[in-house]
């Protein structure tokens, strides 16, 4: 299986505030890379797809870049509906699998 | 718009077989753009794949859990389906239907999510 690592954890910012989140997985998968948004007790919201297309619907503060193994999300200014967690997921190969959740808190 | 809903029991007992299904509304399972898929949630594993449908019948799995999982799709009624035997505490999550695109491969519409406790 192909393993997603993020970092950070979790992280605190302020409204405003830019934040890049990194997603690195354990082999190159072609920017088969999504990010999705998840507020509590809500289901996952689909962001960037193939990683860098931002979502219909989606803000254009939210951006996505990377290449082979290593990647970014990008939230350009910070809005109080963002404080969220943020998953990557790889679709290069099955089983498809998710990084384990980035936290943004209210600084 | 397009819409999963997610019914099931939400109690199963340890070595009994754990059994939902999706209704898609607003949209046909039958369409050639999308699989149908089953995620699940917990603390513990965080996001986990577990198969995926295509209104055809053909169907993919997550090798970790293939011996005990079935997806199915039932056209005529709008829906699809999953099977997991023989569960243990380790299975309880919360399971979401998931439309999957078939171009890139995202998961792109989610339902709001079932919570499956495992208990006797």
């Known amino acids: 299986d192909i393993q997603m690592t993020q970092s950070p954890s979790s992280l605190s910012a302020s409204v405003g505030d830019r934040v890049t989140i990194t997603c690195r997985a354990s082999?190159?998968?072609?920017?088969?890379l999504n990010w999705y948004q998840q507020k509590p007790g809500k289901a996952p919201r689909l962001l960037i797809h193939?990683?860098?297309s931002l979502q219909s619907g989606v803000p254009s503060r939210f951006s996505g870049s990377g290449s082979e193994t290593d990647y970014t999300l990008t939230i350009s200014s910070l809005q109080p509906e963002d404080f969220a967690t943020y998953y990557c997921q790889q679709s290069n190969n099955i089983p498809y699998t998710f990084g384990q959740g980035t936290k943004i808190e209210i600084k | 718009q397009v819409q999963l809903q997610e019914s099931g029991p939400g109690l199963v007992k340890p070595s009994e077989t754990l059994s939902l299904t999706c209704t898609v509304s607003g949209g046909s399972v039958g369409i050639s753009s999308y699989y149908w898929a089953w995620i699940r949630q917990s603390p513990g594993q965080g996001l986990e794949w577990i198969a995926s449908?295509?209104?055809?019948?053909?169907?993919y799995y997550n090798p970790s859990l293939k011996s005990r999982v079935s997806i199915s799709v039932d056209t005529s009624n709008n829906q699809f389906s999953l099977k997991l035997t023989s569960v243990t505490a380790a299975d309880a999550a919360v399971f979401y239907c998931v439309r999957q695109q078939i171009a890139a491969e995202n998961f792109d519409l989610w339902g709001q999510g079932t919570l499956v406790t495992v208990s006797s």
């Open positions: 193939a990683a860098s």
């Open positions: 082999q190159s998968i072609s920017r088969y």
């Open positions: 449908v295509f209104y055809t019948g053909t169907t």
